[in-house]
Structures are given as structure tokens and as C-alpha cells.
Nanobody, 125 residues
Framework: VQLQASGGGLVQAGDSLRLSCAASGGTFSAYAVGWFRQAPGKEREFVAAISRRGTRTSYVDSVKGRFTISRDSAKNTSWLQMNSLKPEDTAVYYC???????????????????WGQGTQVTVSS
């Protein structure tokens, strides 16, 4: 399955943004979904993940309480709702299919074998 992120943009600190992740070419419901991000000059990092059935979620500490991951397998789509955005959230955001939400949260990018095109999120202060 291939996942494509979209919905990025330029916002101000404190604003909200919702990223979308559209799946194609496979059985979306068979995979957990993860969101990762990579800021300039930094390594790619785990942001959030959701289990196959959407019953379990995991977040990196820096976004807990501000970001919410969700999915609708009937629509082959996942979303990342980002509230109270901060300049340090500026990065290219990627959505990926992974084995489990737990594996992606523990292993980070090492759990992922294929990356699609990301979407740029820029938060100005």
C-alpha cells in the first residue's frame, strides 16, 4: 500500500492544521499508520501512530495533548490534527504504513521500509 501525505502549509504559532494521508494500491486496513517528520538538519522522527483498527494510538511526548491521529479505513484515509502549533513543529511530515503502532513508536523510522512524498508544515513565530 502507498500512502501520500497532504495538507501542509504556512501557519502562525498557535494555529491549527489538519494533514491528510490517502492510501492506494493495497489493503489499508491491514496496516497501522504512522506519521513522522523531518526538520531541516535533523533526523526523521516519529510523531504519532494508530493501530489497524484505530483503537490504539501513540504519540511522541512533544506533541501529546496537541496532535490527534485518526483513521477511517472505509475511506482509505488517515488524518493528523495539529493544534497549538509551535515553530519547532516546522518540518516535512510523512505518513507511512507500518507493522504496528507500538513498533513505530519504539523503533521510529527504522520500522519503515518505504517512504512516500511528504508535506511541508511551516510554523512562523
Amino acid at each position: 500500500v502507498q500512502l501520500q501525505a497532504s495538507g501542509g502549509g504556512l501557519v502562525q504559532a498557535g494555529d491549527s492544521l489538519r494533514l491528510s494521508c490517502a492510501a492506494s494500491g493495497g489493503t489499508f486496513s491491514a496496516y497501522a499508520v504512522g506519521w513522522f517528520r523531518q526538520a531541516p538538519g535533523k533526523e526523521r522522527e516519529f510523531v504519532a501512530a494508530i493501530s489497524r483498527r484505530g483503537t490504539r494510538t501513540s504519540y511522541v511526548d512533544s506533541v501529546k495533548g496537541r496532535f490527534t491521529i485518526s483513521r477511517d479505513s472505509a475511506k482509505n484515509t488517515s488524518w493528523l490534527q495539529m493544534n497549538s502549533l509551535k515553530p519547532e513543529d516546522t518540518a516535512v511530515y510523512y505518513c507511512t504504513a507500518g507493522p504496528t503502532a507500538r513498533a513505530m513508536s519504539i523503533m521510529g523510522p527504522r520500522a519503515i521500509t518505504s517512504w512516500g512524498q511528504g508535506t511541508q508544515v511551516t510554523v512562523s513565530s
